[in-house]
């Protein structure tokens, strides 16, 4: 169901951004994203699960990672992210080294322990206990194996030549929104997860547990697909009536960004800066936690989807 041009929702229920809106976000991150990946140093040859991997932006990165050798196997709850992320592969030269599945992160589709690198890109602001999550995850990498989660944290954004005042209205009313609206009816998010994943990381039980911050910024004139990611999260943090803002600030906020004579976006002073987080950890606590017997007991697994080319 599409609620508007930006906020989607899948058919697990999860708000998910358009896929327009996250194929261009990642796009006018690239450069950043590119790094982050190059600095978990995957050795050519690895398997690696990218774990709620959407429809599969960061699967020609990780290839480029574990070189020809090497295997990325994308698993997804949603069927519609998995087809698109099949769709995207089958014409591009990582096609062979990737294959997509449907499963929850916490029932991965792999053997116990034979995982090098679980990585898992802006899912952990949908999962209500991550620390349950992580720990669930473990037992499928290799013992030294390694699980790194990255995300954001919109404690760390700012657009300078917007009033101050007003962004800390919009960001204070969207945090106290997102503690609440699991009551009201809406699904579980923090996008205020970024600072707080290394924390998690230890209490799952993960060692030698490494943050690595990556800033940011980006300056007028921006380029237009950047221009385009800020208009959508503009339009994201005053969705769902956003009660916890007056209606004075959301149409101010929303003419700061999407106005076309008045927008600041095009000023010259224009500035935005944020910090996007990946936090590492490495497993050793063998192919057993004691969240992952629960779950294969309570839980049952959800069916199975296999993507091939044949299959589109
Ligand atoms: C914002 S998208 C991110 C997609 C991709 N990793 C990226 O960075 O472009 C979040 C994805 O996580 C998936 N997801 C959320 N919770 C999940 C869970 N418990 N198990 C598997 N996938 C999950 C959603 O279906 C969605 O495709």
Redesign the pocket.
Known sequence: MVVNNVVHV?E?G?P??AIEW?VKH?QSKLQERGQMIRDLRLEKGSCVV??????G??TPLLAEAVGLEGSILG????TE?LITAQKISSNNWYRHQVQYKR????QLPVELGSTDLIF????SQ??PDPVA?FAAMGPYLKQGGQLAIKDIDFGTMQFHAIDPMLQARVFQARERWEQERVANGYAYEDSWVGSKLAGYLREAGYKDVKESAYRIVRRAPLPRNFHFYLQGIAQWFVCEGAPYLSHNDVTHWLQCFTDPEHNVLENDDFMSEETEFVVSGIWDGGTKSRFHIDMQTETPPLEPLFLTNEAL
Not at 120 to 123: D, I, L, M, W
Request: hydrophobic share 50%; charged share 10%; with cysteine.
């Open positions: 899948n697990c999860l998910l951004n996250l990642h990218d774990a709620g991997c959407g429809p932006l960061w698993v997804d709850i949603s992210a499963a929850m992160l916490e898992s890109a802006n899912v949908y999962l999550t």
